[in-house]
């Protein structure tokens, strides 16, 4: 069982940054593929970016150039670095790790940018 605890969220202006954090549990963490999704009210859960075991990233067209996804493996933890935020990146965001093509799943980080 892999347990991952999202941290960073918030509320902030339209243009303005904020970094995501996810630790997550396990010794094998540099071997698990790392994703940010996001879930706005009424809409559904959406891919943001995602990185490979061996540092590959891909992004959702919406974010490319604004955010950045990065993995520290010594400390178990992946980063969202956002910025430029707009009022449609206001959502739920989670973490999830697919490890041998199980996902699992954060409890969620709000992040509320207002115009």
């Known amino acids: 069982q892999v347990q991952l605890v999202e941290s960073g969220g918030g509320l902030v202006q339209s243009g303005g940054s904020l970094r995501l954090s996810c630790a997550a549990s396990g010794r094998l963490f540099s071997f698990y593929a790392m994703g940010w999704y996001r879930q706005a009210p009424g809409k559904q859960r959406e891919l943001v970016a995602a990185?490979?075991?061996?540092?590959?990233?891909n992004y959702a067209d919406s974010v490319k150039g604004r955010f950045t996804i990065s993995r520290d493996n010594a400390k178990n933890t992946v980063y969202l670095q956002m910025n430029s935020l707009k009022p449609e990146d206001t959502a739920v965001y989670y973490c999830?790790?697919?490890?041998?093509?199980?996902?699992?799943w954060g409890q969620g980080t709000q992040v509320t940018v207002s115009s």
């Open positions: 999830n790790a697919v490890i041998d093509s199980l996902h699992y």
């Open positions: 990185i490979t075991s061996g540092g590959s990233t």
